[in-house]
């Protein structure tokens, strides 16, 4: 079966330092990949997309960035912080398969608080 | 733009009775996919049921069905029996391509005993 595994858990990060928030997919081969960020008491915002390894969609301007040096590996990451970045980071993959269609799953997420 | 819409923002229910939580979109698109996440407390967004436009039949998973009304747009979600551990936010979400995946602001279910 698939597994999802974000790490860290949480995180406090004080502004305008940098961040590196990794994601990482068990159990499936060329999945697609996303980073979503949900504000308090909000809902979801897509921030990055991946079809495949180097492949990066970028869905909101800002001062993140996203990288896939694997096929099951995502990375989010920001050279210096906002105190706007604070939130709940969700990684998601999917993989379209026969008769099921398109599916979205979700890690654990990270929670980023920025001072 | 796809937009998605719950106005519920509350709701709450008694254990082991029946709660419909609603939603609307806006497309102009014919083929989509609808999906209702549970968010607990530890929020995982866990994929409760899910719903392809091309078919007229209502999803079912077990406590949790939906009514789909395509030409009304509305894509709302039936919980049976409720139970504590339903206690969650719940996102009703519109995604026609792979990249494209619009969540509602979501309702916050309470099942009291």
């Known amino acids: 079966s698939q597994t999802i595994h974000q790490w860290p858990a949480t995180l406090v990060q004080p502004v305008g330092s940098p961040l590196s928030l990794e994601c990482t997919v068990e159990g499936t081969s060329n999945p697609n990949l996303y980073w979503y960020r949900q504000a308090a008491g909000r809902g979801l915002q897509l921030l990055f997309y991946s079809v495949g390894i180097g492949q990066i969609s970028s869905e909101v301007p800002q001062n993140l960035s996203a990288s896939r040096p694997q096929d099951r590996q995502f990375i989010l990451s920001s050279k210096k912080l906002l105190l706007s970045d604070s939130g709940f980071y969700l990684c998601?993959?999917?993989?379209?398969?026969?008769?099921?269609?398109?599916?979205?799953?979700f890690g654990p997420g990270t929670r980023l608080t920025v001072l | 733009a796809q937009t998605v819409t719950q106005s519920q923002p509350e709701m709450s229910v008694q254990e082991a009775e029946t709660v419909t939580l609603s939603c609307t979109y806006d497309?102009?698109?014919?083929?989509?996919?609808l999906f209702w996440y549970k968010q607990p407390p530890s929020r995982q967004m866990i994929l409760v049921i899910r719903?392809?436009?091309?078919?007229?039949q209502n999803a079912t998973e077990n406590r949790f069905s939906v009514n789909f009304q395509k030409a009304a747009k509305s894509f709302s979600l039936k919980i049976s029996d409720s139970q504590l551990g339903d206690t969650a936010m719940y996102f009703c979400a519109f995604m026609k391509h792979d990249d494209d995946m619009r969540f509602g602001a979501g309702t916050r279910l309470t099942v009291k005993p």
């Open positions: 719903q392809e436009a091309y078919k007229q």
């Open positions: 998601a993959w999917s993989v379209l398969a026969s008769g099921v269609g398109v599916t979205q799953y």
């Open positions: 497309t102009s698109e014919s083929n989509y996919y």
